[in-house]
């Protein structure tokens, strides 16, 4: 067998270049993304625009010569070239820098390589401060697909402002999705590729690429990264929406394995999240009650109070029972979902209990999607946390293209606080008619531009407290309120 010369082999890779053209090495298109991040692991998203092999190396910023590589894992056509990579038996309160390689070859994509391991908080010693930034509704611009005339998203640097904020600071922080992360257009949820490339569009935007690696990102899903405009179960691709939502995030779980969707939950120092799923179990809003069921319900409230027997009989008939029961089954997040919620709420020991859906919970007053439209699921959930005694809950909504501190007074209770926060890039809003001057706004919190948030929790543990501000797209401060967690416990009686 005659081996070929050096210069032969040169002339076969010339004819092969000319015949085929170059074979081009893979890209990261989208990433890296910090996921989910304990004491101990930490999860990595990228995305390429070609197949490859993916392997991370990592060490302590303190001990830079002391190098580790986590597993090589192929990104593959049938995953959308996406890859989530966990690196485990991590130091906790550790600072970790890395280097992607790819294919064998070292890159170096742009964003800040880094990441702090969490420190564990034991409630005999204060806790950390923390910071939590906050946005929904991200609509990224596609003159290809999107109708004529003044573009409906815009203001991108919003994105770049949330990095720079996040990378000033050394103390332990993360970004919450409040739901409209991308928006499928009609023609994107007529099938599940075209979603797949409303991902792909969104999630490889330039602006977006520092803020991905910046800090810890977690999410939850509203109706435009589920499916149509105020979708609802019935949403035909749902279980491919799921799917999709799965392989672009890196949150630390999605449902149960006997209950599918994207709830979750997670903890910060002396705080617990909550992200609740608020589309895939949903009716539709506009679905009516028949009134002999909401007197059903009343009853139930009575014998919850124990007036008489025969609201006794009734409330063992139909109080707590799934709405199932009374015919009509119109839940936006279901029995089940709510069930783990609320014995997940009696587990958590924190200090602040941060509840996140994608639909506005507390407020009563507009007329579009929102919890209140539920009454059947809401205020039992509400009578429950009054009866229950659990202290501490701050709910988190987007949705509504403005933003929006709201805070409803509950008798003998303490009061609920509710901040909605939107939008990123989306166009802004402003609320109609008589919701111009909703009651429950806390003074001066409104926001009709593109905004995010952010909270700081802060203090020691006798006196930890959460700070609230609206920041504009550069940065800047718009408002700024503080709530003590005091403020979150039910009043001690008064001795007459």
Not at 151 to 160: A, C, D, N, S
Request: hydrophobic share 35%; glycine share 6%; charged share 25%.
């Amino acid at each position: 067998m005659r081996i070929p010369s050096p210069n032969a082999k040169l002339l076969a890779s010339l004819l092969l270049g000319c015949m085929f053209g170059p074979v081009m090495a893979a890209q990261i298109t989208a990433g890296p993304m910090l996921g989910h991040v304990t004491s101990r692991t930490a999860n990595i998203w990228v995305q390429t625009d070609a197949e490859a092999v993916l392997q991370i190396e990592y060490w302590s910023e303190a001990e830079p010569e002391r190098r580790q590589r986590g597993p090589a894992v192929r990104l593959e056509a049938a995953s959308d070239f996406t890859a989530r990579l966990s690196l485990v038996g991590l130091q906790a309160g550790t600072g970790y820098a890395y280097r992607l390689h790819l294919d064998g070859e070292p890159t170096q994509p742009a964003g800040r390589m880094r990441f702090q391991t969490q420190t564990p908080w034991y409630p005999r010693r204060d806790p950390d401060d923390f910071t939590l930034y906050l946005g929904a509704c991200a609509y990224i611009d596609d003159p290809a697909i999107d109708p004529p005339g003044q573009p409906y998203g815009g203001g991108y640097r919003i994105f770049q402002s949330i990095a720079r904020q996040a990378e000033a600071t050394s103390r332990p922080q993360l970004m919450l999705w409040l739901g409209d992360s991308v928006y499928f257009r009609e023609a994107d949820y007529e099938s599940p590729w075209g979603m797949n490339a409303r991902y792909r569009h969104a999630r490889s935007l330039p602006e977006l690429q520092p803020l991905l690696s910046a800090l810890p990102h977690y999410a939850i899903w509203d109706d435009h990264d589920y499916g149509p405009n105020d979708a609802n179960r019935s949403f035909v691709f749902k279980d491919e929406s799921l799917r999709l939502f799965r392989r672009y995030w890196a949150n630390p779980s999605y449902g149960l394995e006997e209950l599918p969707g994207t709830f979750t939950t997670f903890s910060l120092q002396d705080a617990d999240f909550f992200l609740l799923d608020n589309r895939y179990h949903r009716a539709a809003d506009k679905t009516e009650l028949a009134k002999e069921e909401l007197d059903l319900i009343r009853e139930a409230r009575d014998w919850a109070l124990g007036q008489n027997p025969l609201t006794r009989l009734l409330g063992r008939r139909y109080f707590g029972t799934p709405p199932a029961m009374l015919g009509e089954n119109k839940v936006m997040f279901g029995a089940e979902q709510l069930d783990w919620l609320k014995q997940a709420l009696i587990q958590s020991r924190a200090t602040f209990k941060f509840i996140a859906a994608g639909s506005q919970l507390m407020n009563d007053g507009h007329p579009f999607e929102g919890w209140h439209n539920f009454p059947l699921e809401r205020e039992p959930f509400l009578a429950w946390l009054k009866r229950q005694n659990i202290p501490g809950v701050v709910f988190l909504s987007g949705d509504r293209h403005h933003t929006e501190l709201l805070r409803r007074e509950v008798k003998d209770f303490y009061p609920l606080y509710e901040l909605t926060c939107s939008p990123l890039t989306s166009r802004a809003g402003t609320p109609r008619d008589k919701e111009l001057n909703n009651p429950l706004r806390v003074k001066e919190t409104l926001v009709t531009q593109r905004n995010y948030c952010s909270i700081d929790v802060a203090g020691p543990k006798e006196d930890r407290r959460l700070i609230f501000r609206s920041h504009d797209g550069d940065g800047r401060l718009l408002w700024e309120r503080v709530v003590r967690a005091a403020e979150l416990r039910r009043p001690v009686p008064t001795q007459e």
